[in-house]
């Protein structure tokens, strides 16, 4: 795995490509645009951390043909852009490239080979079955940040908390690839695990960002605030009750109660969810992928979800009043 490319070089697609790039184990490239593009040809990867700063050189375009084929693709932009990426990174592909979604919620490809769900496609998250069509899950390596950071200029990264990835097949069990990205993530530093069910990853830390993210924004709470809110606690836990029976139907079981992941959200302090932080800068939320489609496996699995149906009604009309959700979405 020689050669990578970061589409989408925000937060997250920012902390990764310069931890690879100073690591020196590959090459790595971005594909970006507007200011961001701007930064990264005049000053490379920047990352702001605790334990040090980086500034690494980086090969950036616009042009997916500007950068030709890659062993890796690592696609790091919000839900609302994926579709539009994916139309424009075939340059990028080559027979065995390995494409890494970095992102939030429930992925394309999670419906692939779900018995229960009988291979249908995920409406909430790719309606026109444009993703699908064009990074085939064959593909895919899927993953699981646990990590956060935020975007303080265009180009430059503050990494806040956490280096953890979690990879793995999304037909689950090892592979050679697999092996092989988690040893290049584990080189640059990154905590990784491999993962021989990687929808159970996915669909556990979706178990929490499903209230916590949406509620935030509406809010405009930290994560402590929305917790310490004994009404707002227990709103959360109904939702994620429900998500627990979806996750139990299609092979994704959580054997945690919604107070056991409290708690350890509660460790993590006074922070900003990812959705809270896109409000406040203006930016679309990714709703779809992670309370739209949990929403969408309820009601084809006919499995009651009334308080996620709430939270998405209302975080929804929040979000449209706002520009920041189309209306006919």
């Given amino acids: 795995m020689k050669r990578v490319c970061v589409v989408g070089a925000g937060a997250i697609g920012g902390f990764i490509g310069a931890r690879l790039a100073a690591a020196e184990q590959c090459t790595v490239s971005a594909l970006a645009r507007g200011k961001t593009l701007d930064a990264l040809r005049e000053h490379g990867w920047r990352l702001r951390s605790d334990t040090g700063d980086i500034q690494a050189p980086v090969t950036v375009s616009d042009d997916a043909d500007a950068l030709g084929p890659q062993d890796v693709v690592i696609v790091a932009v919000k839900g609302p852009a994926l579709a539009a990426v994916a139309q424009g990174i075939a340059p990028l592909l080559d027979v065995h490239t390995v494409v890494v979604p970095a992102m939030n919620g429930v992925p394309w490809w999670f419906a692939d080979g779900v018995a229960a769900l ?28 646990h990590a956060s950071a935020a975007t303080v200029e265009p180009g430059v990264v503050q990494h806040r908390m956490g280096r953890g990835l979690v990879v793995g097949e999304p ?120 309370v739209a489609a949990v929403h969408e496996l309820g009601a084809r699995l006919d499995i009651p979800t009334p308080n996620i149906d709430a939270l998405l009604g209302l975080t929804r009309v929040f979000a449209r009043v706002r520009g920041l959700y189309p209306e006919n979405a």
């Avoid at 496609?121 to 940040?145: F, M, N, Y």
């Avoid at 994560?223 to 004994?230: F, I, T």
Wanted: charged share 25%.
């Fill in 118 to 145: 009988k291979g249908a496609r995920l409406e909430s998250v790719d309606p026109d079955g444009i993703v699908a069509r064009e990074i085939a899950t064959q593909r895919v390596v899927g993953a699981v940040v």
């Fill in 171 to 290: 037909h689950g069990g090892p592979s050679a690839r697999v092996q092989a990205l988690a040893d290049l993530l584990a080189g640059a530093g990154f905590d990784v695990k491999r993962s021989d069910d990687i929808r159970q990853d996915i669909w556990y830390k979706l178990w929490g960002n499903l209230t916590l993210n949406p509620v935030s924004a509406i809010t405009g709470a930290t994560a402590d605030k929305v917790l310490g809110d004994p009404l707002l606690r227990a709103f959360c836990s109904r939702a994620m009750t429900e998500a627990s029976r979806i996750g139990g139907a299609i092979g994704c079981a959580i054997d945690q109660g919604p107070e056991d992941r409290h708690e350890m959200t509660a460790r993590l302090g006074a922070f900003k969810t990812s959705m809270l932080q896109d409000v406040e800068d203006g930016r679309p939320i990714e709703l779809d992928s992670i």
